[in-house]
């Protein structure tokens, strides 16, 4: 098993999320998450060699974002936390089906 340092893992598991496209449905809760495939190809890497590592990374990139979200003044200033939260879900979650 590789040993990944922490930070790679979290850097790995942010370029996920921000590279995350969401395709958007009407209504608008019905919107999904896909990510460019370098950047899942990495995440995967990562999840493999140390996943609850990487669940963890997924996890905490989520409440940082929601937190981002709740000190936002504005729906428009929370928006693009907001679909970073998301997007770091739908990374949990499609790790977790591997």
């Given amino acids: 098993m590789n ?3 922490e930070t790679d893992i979290t850097a790995r598991v942010e370029a996920a999320v921000v590279s995350a496209i969401y395709d958007v449905a009407v209504p608008i809760d019905t919107m999904g ?3 460019h495939d370098d950047a899942l190809n990495d995440v995967a890497e990562a999840y ?3 996943p609850d590592a990487t669940i963890a990374a997924a996890e905490a990139r989520f409440a940082a974002h929601m937190a ?4 936002a003044a504005s729906d428009e200033e929370a928006e693009g936390p907001m679909l970073r939260a998301r997007a770091a879900m739908a990374l949990k979650e499609r790790l977790q089906e591997v």
């Fill in 3 to 5: 040993n990944l340092d």
């Fill in 48 to 50: 493999r060699a140390e």
């Fill in 68 to 71: 981002t979200v709740a000190a």
């Fill in 33 to 35: 998450v896909t990510f």
